[in-house]
């Protein structure tokens, strides 16, 4: 949960799970869902269920700490926020390629 300085309050619920296919090929889903309490139009977000990103990202580790991804990602606005999207002129609805390194030390 988030809450700014001018008392808005969001919320970010994320879930991703591992799934090996290999030793070190893994297959990873990931669902993300965004909430706001009240609208914020400077921010262009509505309020409830704001929005929903789902993805899935195929990684290979070379080590546990080194790992590239490649994966596709869909994303989609909804209500209010969808509204003020294409109010400007861009789409609610998203899909997008990826290309990453998991890394740690």
């Known amino acids: 949960a988030f809450l700014s300085t001018d008392g808005d309050l969001t919320a970010r619920v994320e879930a991703e799970?591992?799934?090996r296919l290999t030793q070190r090929l893994i297959l990873q889903p990931r669902l993300e869902i965004d909430l706001s309490a009240s609208d914020?139009?400077?921010l262009e977000i509505g309020?409830?269920?704001a929005s929903v990103e789902a993805g899935l990202r195929l990684r290979?580790?070379?080590?546990k700490e080194f790992a590239p991804y490649v994966g596709v990602e869909w994303s989609r606005a909804l209500g209010?926020?969808?509204d003020y999207i294409e109010a400007r002129g861009g789409a609610p609805e998203d899909t997008r390629f990826v290309v990453g390194l998991k890394a740690w030390f």
Do not use: C, K, V, W
């Not at 290979?60 to 080590?63: C, G, H, I, K, L």
């Open 17 to 19: 799970y591992d799934q």
């Open 40 to 42: 914020i139009p400077e």
């Open 47 to 49: 309020s409830g269920l």
């Open 60 to 63: 290979y580790e070379f080590r």
């Open 80 to 82: 209010d926020t969808a």
